[in-house]
């Protein structure tokens, strides 16, 4: 991946579900996402259980396995998390600005991103029910839709 120009990617990191990989690649190729990035620790992107998941994503879009969220960063990326609680410098993902060059940052289904990961802000999804959080792909899913609308305004 270049530096420079308008693309967006999103950061799968330490994702271990095989389905919700998947679901994550089909949102990514969906929203018009330029790649989709895998930290260490992240399922195989090529085990059939994710190729299933992504309905045939997977060849439509380019997938980086081992980045570290600093060789993102340094490719230029404004990088975003995603947490359902409200943390220092989060913003509903709404009202965020995600235009530009950004990756959004989904974290493990079970711990999410550490609070001591280096982004340059947290989006969340504000609840009206009772539940904890979204599942990390339905999570995704919104996120990638919404970077999408804001990049085609």
Do not use: Y
């Not at 539940?131 to 995704?140: I, K, P, Q, R, W």
């Amino acid at each position: 991946m270049k530096n420079g120009g308008d693309s967006w990617v999103v950061v799968a990191d330490k994702i271990s579900d095989p389905g919700n990989l998947g679901t994550i690649l089909r949102s990514a190729e969906a929203a018009g996402a330029s790649a989709v990035i895998l930290t260490s620790g992240t399922v195989d992107a090529f085990s059939p259980k994710v190729v299933r998941a992504s309905a045939g994503a997977i060849f439509n879009i380019p997938v980086f396995e081992s980045v570290t969220l600093d060789d993102v960063a340094s490719l230029g990326f404004k990088t975003w998390g995603s947490s359902s609680h409200q943390l220092e410098k989060s913003v509903d993902f709404n009202a965020a600005d995600l235009s530009g060059r950004v990756a959004i940052v989904l974290g493990n289904e079970a711990h999410g991103l550490s609070m001591n990961t280096k982004l340059d802000g947290w989006l969340t999804i504000e609840h009206a029910g009772r539940s904890e959080s979204l599942n990390v792909a339905m999570a995704a899913t919104l996120l990638c839709f919404e970077v999408k609308r804001q990049h085609n305004k």
